[in-house]
């Protein structure tokens, strides 16, 4: 996904292509003790608390949906069992995202499992009361209208069932000023907020049992649908 008005950097790439921050963020998810260190060194933050996030979804009974957006690379399907009889849907702004999940999917033998849709998460093509589950891992700072992602996303998440998250954030003090300016000269980030303002995006929208955490650079939060 490319930002209106926002230039990517040259060998880097916008969300709308494959960028290079793409591969560089699966691998880091993906390798836990190299990755792990790298990720803790520049986030802050302890890669266990997004391994935490996905392995939600293997907690699921089947015939549960689950709706992941932004997908990425696939990265939260490391949460997904083989047979587990869900119905796990990815969406993805960009084609390339999608292939990259899809090729995850098979790399886990979870394809019988996963459908890639390509939307726009401010009008998601799917009804009211959808999902079990709605996962949003590092993504809510790369939407233009993140607000408007959390009023969507809160639109398809059916009462009672959970939607988690995690998101760049603005108050997380200065070491991390330089990761948050590197990401929007790259075009890779959209107007962030703070960890109350995510609390207040996700309480207006409708979401109960908000929780809201800061964790490094970023902002985990959880809530169950109204």
Do not use: I, K, N
Not at 74 to 94: M, N
Not at 140 to 155: K, S
Not at 181 to 201: E, I, N
Request: include cysteine; hydrophobic fraction near 45%.
């Amino acid at each position: 996904m490319r930002l209106p008005g926002l230039r990517s950097l040259p060998g880097v790439g916008g969300w709308d292509t494959d960028p290079a921050w793409a591969t560089v963020y699966d691998w880091l998810v993906e390798h836990d003790r190299v990755g792990g260190a790298l990720w803790r060194l520049g986030s802050g933050s302890p890669l266990a608390r997004l391994h935490a996030a996905a392995d939600e979804v293997g907690a699921l009974p089947a015939g549960s949906r689950v709706l992941d957006v932004p997908c990425g690379g696939g990265v939260a399907l490391r949460g997904l069992r083989p047979r587990q009889g869900l119905d796990y849907v990815a969406v993805d702004l960009a084609p390339a995202m999608l292939a990259r999940t899809r090729a995850a999917a098979r790399r886990r033998g979870v394809s019988d499992q996963v459908t890639t849709r390509e939307a726009d998460v401010v009008a998601l093509p799917f009804d009211d009361d959808a999902f079990d589950l709605v996962l949003s891992l590092t993504g809510l700072h790369c939407f233009p209208d993140p607000q408007g992602a959390v009023r969507e996303v809160a639109r398809v998440l059916r009462p009672g069932g959970r939607l988690v998250g995690s998101a760049l954030v603005t108050d997380t003090g200065v070491r991390f000023e330089p990761l948050r300016r590197a990401g929007a000269a790259a075009g890779l980030l959209g107007p962030l907020g703070s960890s109350d303002d995510v609390r207040r995006w996700l309480t207006t929208a409708g979401v109960r049992e908000v929780a809201v955490e800061r964790s490094g650079a970023f902002a985990f939060f959880s809530g169950t649908g109204g």
